[in-house]
C-alpha cells in the first residue's frame, strides 16, 4: 500500500464521518467541528481532515467562511445520484440493513467481468453472493466481482455487514465514482426462493460498476432487487 492510498482511505474515512454528522444530527448553517478537533477527535492529520473537507466543499454540501470555519450548506437538488452503499442506502431510507452471505469463492473472471474490470479471461476473481436485507427482510441478491490481487484475504472477513467499510479499512480502497446500468426482470426459481418471492415475480437488475480513488476499475456487480421492495427516485433539475 502506498502512502498516498493509506491517505485516500483515511480522507474518506472522516468524510463519511462527516456525511453522517450532516445527514443526522446538523442543520444547514450549523458549524461543523473545528478541523484541529477533528484531527484529534478521529486519530488524523489536519491534511486528512482538510482532504475530506475539500472533496464536501467541491459537492457544495459544506461551505466554508474565512476565518470562522465550515459549515453546513442548504440541501441543493443533487445533479447526479451519490454513489452509496447498500448499508448508507438503508439508513438513508431509516432501515437496518444486513447481509446473509449465500456463496463465495474464487474463480476466472471470464470474458464478460474480465472485460469490464480490466482484466484477462484467466486472472482470478473473488465472487461474493449475498442476500441483503432491510429490517431482516430480503431486498436484493447481489453478486460482487473484484479482482483477488486487490483484495487478498477479503473471504476470510466477516461479510455480514458493509462491503465498502472493509474495502477501507482493511484495505485502503475508496469508492469514488460508477456506472450503473437498470433494467427489468423476472426472477428464476432459484432466487424466488433466497427473495422469499414467488417464482417469476418482477424485479429490478441492476449493474454496477464501481471505480477506485485512482479511477481504476474495482468493482463488478449484478444485483436482482425485489420490485415491490425497492425503487428508484432521482430528483432532476432544467
Ligand atoms: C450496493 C452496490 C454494490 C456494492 C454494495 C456495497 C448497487 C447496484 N450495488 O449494493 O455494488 O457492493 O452496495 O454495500 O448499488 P455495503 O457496503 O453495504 O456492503
Do not use: W
Not at 76 to 103: N, Q, W, Y
Not at 160 to 177: K, M, P
Request: aromatic share 4%; hydrophobic share 35%; with cysteine.
Amino acid at each position: 500500500m502506498t502512502t498516498t492510498q493509506a491517505e485516500d482511505g483515511k480522507a474518506e474515512r472522516v468524510r463519511r464521518h462527516l456525511e453522517q454528522l450532516i445527514d443526522t444530527s446538523l442543520q444547514p448553517h450549523d458549524r461543523l467541528p473545528p478541523e484541529r478537533l477533528l484531527a484529534a477527535q478521529l486519530d488524523v492529520s489536519r491534511m486528512t481532515v482538510r482532504q475530506a473537507l475539500d472533496s464536501l466543499e467541491a459537492e457544495k454540501r459544506v461551505y466554508r467562511v474565512q476565518g470562522s470555519g465550515n459549515y453546513v450548506a442548504e440541501r441543493v437538488i443533487e445533479k447526479t445520484i451519490r454513489l452509496t452503499s447498500f448499508t448508507e442506502d438503508m439508513r438513508e431510507r431509516g432501515m437496518t440493513p444486513g447481509a446473509r452471505l449465500v456463496t463465495s469463492g474464487t474463480e476466472h473472471a471470464g470474458p464478460e467481468v474480465g472485460a469490464r474490470l480490466g482484466l484477462s479471461p484467466a486472472d482470478a476473481v473473488v465472487r461474493i453472493n449475498r442476500i441483503r436485507l432491510a429490517d431482516g427482510e430480503p431486498v436484493c441478491l447481489e453478486a460482487v466481482h473484484i479482482s483477488e490481487k486487490r483484495v487478498p484475504g477479503l473471504l476470510e472477513e466477516d461479510l455480514s455487514g458493509s462491503l465498502y467499510d472493509l474495502l477501507t479499512t482493511r484495505y485502503d480502497i475508496a469508492v469514488s465514482t460508477a456506472q450503473q446500468r437498470i433494467g427489468a426482470t423476472v426472477v428464476d426459481q432459484a432466487d424466488a426462493k433466497l427473495l422469499e418471492v414467488a417464482p417469476f415475480s418482477p424485479a429490478l437488475v441492476i449493474e454496477r460498476l464501481t471505480l477506485d480513488q485512482h479511477r481504476r476499475p474495482l468493482e463488478y456487480t449484478r444485483s436482482l432487487y425485489r420490485a415491490d421492495r425497492y425503487s428508484f427516485l432521482i430528483d432532476i433539475e432544467r
